[in-house]
């Protein structure tokens, strides 16, 4: 059911395409959202259990440049979701059309949200996609899916990543698990989200103090625990992800993290892919019991 | 080793991507191509056991309109293939670049290559993918990857399970198994090849019969025995596949086939990645003993 007044009309939706994959179905659509003032299109996989049950729902939420299809195709997840029967919803990074700014960075604009709402125009009137994926997809994932929504987690990879962790400590009351693949821990610092920041919540650092990981648990923000894996070959490690200031606030904290540093790994879906069912299965077994 | 003496000087590949994936190296090379006349691309999968010992081969050929770089995305093949120690080598579908013969439709020319030896102008100076993947890939692969060609194996999807179905009895010796996700069984009759194989071979049918494996194993083709799988909602089952004339042919000569057909599987993709760890344990299971 909707869960807030706002959403207490279903929102319609529209199929893009469905087919059936392990057992389940994997299936692409569409809603004209409001939050982003565009329609949004977003990826749900829906896995075999949910014939007969309603089934816990993770996010995965994508980095830079990235839509909601690169990980439906090159992710590899839906062999364990089936298994383990999870709903995985796969939200675009950005709000989309030619009536939406955009920047000639791959670091700003579409492909480049941040999970976060934009206070500063020209951004603020689309770039809002917190609300989307909080209040409005999650209103939509309630309503047309099988879904039992007291039974989320989240996760991401790099601008994803950073996405998973800042939503998560956002909101623990509506997350129960909470991992990463290579995430951006501190925007307000690293190379490839200062722009950004500035551009969607201003040149007042304080503002972006909520949507930076490190700084949200500096601030007093919790959450029960983490899983960050990171490749140690990837090429954005020291200037743009930098996890050990993650360890770091989670080690003051006293925030359990589960952080492992692999030999040889890039920053690609062949990083994603390979530890793929680990973090199904850490997410499945904190999302088993209602 | 090469095995033919027009390979005896291995012939330079270059690396155009390589990364750690599932513990093992997924690479994309490409060579200067003599049988196609023009550079081609493939992909390699290396699993993590190729540190320590020769590995079996297995050949995945794709469909029309693919390249190498579909089944490397989507497929789902490496987690399995690390698991079982087997390097997965995928050929591109066709000759490329500006000077080779294409046509209009997506059943003809570049991504429609059929895995023949073309015999008719202009095709034959390029599309010559037999030789290509037989002889000339075949040297590449023995040459620079720690592969034991003695236990090689071959699959494919629709296009490509024509290939791997006619290559395979057209090279009994080369190859110790064989599956195929919904193949082209006739391409002789099926509506989507017949235009393809008037233009390669020209339109006296005696010579279609080579590379059609219903009517190779009519002919007297034999091997040892075939997995096919196909999907029940794919839209191409009752007028391309038409999988039952391959059944038919193998009982006729006694080869045993294991044919499954899956209700509500497409001719996607998503039906590959399901059922791909299954062929991959049938094809590692008869290639295990050297």
Redesign the interface.
């Known amino acids: 059911m909707p869960h807030s007044s706002a959403a207490a009309v279903l929102k319609p939706m529209q199929i893009i395409s469905d087919?059936?994959?392990?057992?389940g179905r994997?299936g692409v659509y569409t809603i004209e959202s409001d939050a982003c003032g565009c329609d949004m299109t977003f990826a749900v996989f829906v896995p075999p259990q949910a014939k007969e049950q309603l089934c816990p729902v993770l996010w995965y939420l994508s980095g830079l440049t990235c839509t909601h299809a690169n990980v439906m195709?090159?992710g590899?997840y839906?062999?364990m979701a089936a298994e383990h029967g999870l709903i995985i919803v796969c939200p675009d990074t950005s709000p989309r059309g030619d009536h939406v700014p955009d920047d000639a960075s791959w670091q700003l604009g579409k492909g480049a949200a941040f999970y976060l709402d934009a206070t500063e125009e020209p951004w603020s009137a689309n770039f809002r996609m917190e609300s989307h994926i909080i209040d409005e997809l999650s209103a939509v994932i309630a309503g047309h899916f099988p879904a039992d929504m007291s039974r989320q987690g989240i996760f991401g990879h790099s601008m994803g990543g950073h996405g998973a962790l800042t939503l998560a400590l956002r909101h623990p009351d509506r997350f129960k698990s909470c991992s990463a693949f290579a995430p951006i821990v501190q925007p307000s610092t690293a190379n490839w989200s200062v722009g950004a920041l500035t551009a969607y919540l201003g040149p007042d650092q304080a503002a972006w103090r909520g949507h930076d990981a490190t700084l949200l648990i500096a601030d007093g923000a919790r959450f029960p625990e983490f899983l960050v894996d990171q490749g140690k070959?990837d090429q954005y490690l020291e200037t743009g992800l930098m996890p050990w200031l993650f360890e770091d606030a989670c080690r003051k904290a006293g925030i359990p993290l589960t952080y492992r540093l692999h030999e040889?790994?890039?920053h690609?879906y062949?990083?994603i892919?390979?530890f793929m069912?680990d973090h199904l299965a850490w997410h499945a077994s904190r999302l088993a019991q209602a």
Do not use: C, I, L, M
């Open positions: 087919a059936k994959v392990h057992g994997q195709d090159k590899e839906r062999r070959s040889g790994y890039d690609s062949n990083f892919s390979t069912d």
